[in-house]
């Protein structure tokens, strides 16, 4: 029988990288049963054992550091330096999931309060078996690793579908796995469309799917999960403010809030894409941000557009904001594929769809406030709640704006540094999607809580879940809860 492939292109030369199978519904199925007999394997280790298989993985991953950053280059077209840093932030929460996994996930005595008194209680985390990752082109190690290093050392095993349009980088993580673990397929990837997705999402053997990618995909998703009732975590698209205070680092934010909107050309969830400038400082900020923006070339410090598609959304966003605003850089013409060039637009009307709708480009608009408190209400305005970024000097009032903004995530005088925090969850609100990867949050995503309650004694004279029970023993209960509760408190 003949199979079924697929080309993984370069998007910035249209060379073909890799030839990969359209793996369809039997061969997920197949991939999942092997997953399934792995993760009791897996789950079985001691914790120490698969710490330090997941440390070896580590390593291994560090070694191929220059290669898989290579592999990420051509796939994904970003610059070789980015793909280096997205592997090494990646190689730092592996292994911080690694050495925190038993800490955070281990069984452990809670308080059984009065009604518990002769109770022992105790609450730990188990695996859920197999998890489904389906993972996103833009950062194609770091995003899906989010889910994938947490999710085996919680103790499950992984089957991970990546993008069609980075498929030899998922496949390559999990060959660099088998080198660390050869035992068992722990962690398995397959290959193909939509169709290998959808089948991952719907077999009802996963125990959850963690999903990356645009809010319109992640509903499909959610519906093929629901068939089985399997729970999903989703990180989908974002539309992210960045608030300049007046008393901000105006150098400084002006060099983040281009770095944030530019790099990876604009396709990154959590990047900048609506910016708000305090009356005081618009002036001097836009004067550092245009400046800056005049140095920075697609090509040469950013890569293309990976997915071609995504040109027409960047070239309908441009033009609208062109048309009901004012061009800082760039423009219509600046759309040259498979390259976007810095676009920067103000006074842009905040019902635009530029102002809206994700554009996954290089693109922002940048808007003068007030004050930061009108910032905060345009920034929180919208469908999304991803990611943002607050810029202020007062540390008390930066960190005030920060936990007010509607996201899951915010950066104060940086930008996405929550992301490199491995302690930190990820994830955001709305229609940025629900659930967390990373830190203490991600393992317990991947895990199911267990609670055992198990009696130490016998309570005289208070026999409460029995037939038997008397009306003595009731009365008693009331004059016990009156005394510890029944004192009204103002």
């Known amino acids: 029988m ?28 197949e991939a999942v049963g092997r997953a399934e007999r792995a993760a009791v394997w897996w789950a079985e280790l001691a914790p120490a054992e698969r710490r330090l298989r ?8 560090t070694r191929e550091l220059r290669e898989l950053a290579a592999l990420v280059h ?157 729970p999903i975590v989703a990180e989908c698209g974002g539309k992210d403010a960045f608030i300049v205070d007046a008393d901000a680092d105006l150098p400084a934010a002006a060099d983040a809030c281009l770095w944030g909107a530019m790099s990876n050309a604009g396709q990154t969830c959590t990047g900048v894409e609506r910016v708000y400038v305090v009356d005081a400082v618009y002036e001097p900020f836009m004067r550092e941000l245009s400046e800056r923006a005049a140095r920075v070339k697609a090509g040469e410090h950013y890569g293309p557009i990976t997915m071609p598609g995504q040109l027409d959304v960047i070239r309908r ?16 013409g600046s759309v040259r594929p498979p390259y976007v060039d810095p676009v920067i637009v103000e006074d842009v009307p905040e019902d635009s769809p530029a102002v809206r709708e994700e554009t996954f480009g290089p693109t922002v608009t940048v808007r003068r406030t007030r004050d930061a408190r009108e910032a905060l209400e345009l920034a929180n305005a919208s469908a999304y709640g991803l990611a943002g970024t607050v810029f202020a000097r007062d540390r008390r009032r930066a960190m005030e704006l920060a936990r007010l903004m509607r996201t899951g ?33 991600g393992l317990r995503e991947f ?28 009365e008693r209960l009331i004059r016990i809860v009156t005394f510890l509760h029944g004192r009204r408190k103002r």
């Open 2 to 29: 003949t199979t079924l492939t697929f080309d993984s292109l370069n998007p910035a030369t249209g060379e073909v990288v890799g030839t990969h199978p359209k793996q369809g519904p039997e061969a997920v199925r």
């Open 54 to 61: 997941l440390l070896d993985y580590k390593a291994v991953l």
């Open 74 to 230: 051509a796939e994904n077209g970003k610059p070789a330096g980015d793909a280096t840093l997205e592997i090494a932030t990646t190689i730092a929460h592996v292994d911080w999931a690694a050495r925190n996994a038993e800490k955070v996930l281990r069984r452990r005595r809670v308080p059984t309060g009065f009604m518990g008194v002769n109770l022992a209680a105790t609450l730990e985390y188990l695996p859920l078996g197999v998890v489904g990752v389906i993972g996103p082109w833009n950062y194609p190690v770091f995003t899906p690793m989010g889910s994938i290093a947490y999710a085996l050392a919680a103790g499950n095993a992984v089957v991970f579908k990546p993008s069609e349009l980075t498929p030899g980088v998922g496949v390559r993580l999990a060959e660099l796995f088998a080198e660390s673990v050869p035992e068992e397929p722990v962690f398995q990837t397959v290959t193909g469309l939509g169709e290998t997705g959808a089948a991952l999402a719907s077999d009802p053997r996963v125990g959850k799917v963690a999903f990356t990618g645009s809010t319109a995909t992640a509903k499909r998703v959610m519906a093929a999960c629901a068939e089985n009732l399997t």
């Open 317 to 332: 966003h441009i033009d609208d904001a062109t048309k009901s605003g004012k061009v800082v850089t760039g423009g219509p």
């Open 409 to 441: 995530m915010t950066a104060v005088n940086s930008i996405i540094s929550f992301a490199g925090v491995p302690a930190l969850p990820f994830g955001g609100v709305g229609d940025s999607g629900f659930g967390r990867i990373h830190g203490a949050d």
């Open 447 to 474: 895990a199911r809580a267990k609670a055992i309650s198990r009696r130490r004694f016998a309570l005289p004279g208070m026999n409460l879940t029995s037939f038997a029970r008397t009306g003595d023993e009731l």
